[in-house]
């Protein structure tokens, strides 16, 4: 997956793997949108 920095424009590739996947019916902005965490994986 790509991950993009908040603090300046640069971008990193990282392997990753869905930790969850929750459906949150309770949130204003998004309600009945699905939230995925990811986990990144350390390689060897």
Do not use: C
């Amino acid at each position: 997956m790509k991950y993009y920095n908040s603090i300046s424009s640069e971008s990193a590739m990282m392997d990753t793997k869905i930790e969850y996947i929750t459906k949150d019916e309770h949130a204003l902005r998004f309600k009945g949108h699905y939230l995925v965490g990811f986990k990144n994986i350390e390689k060897p």
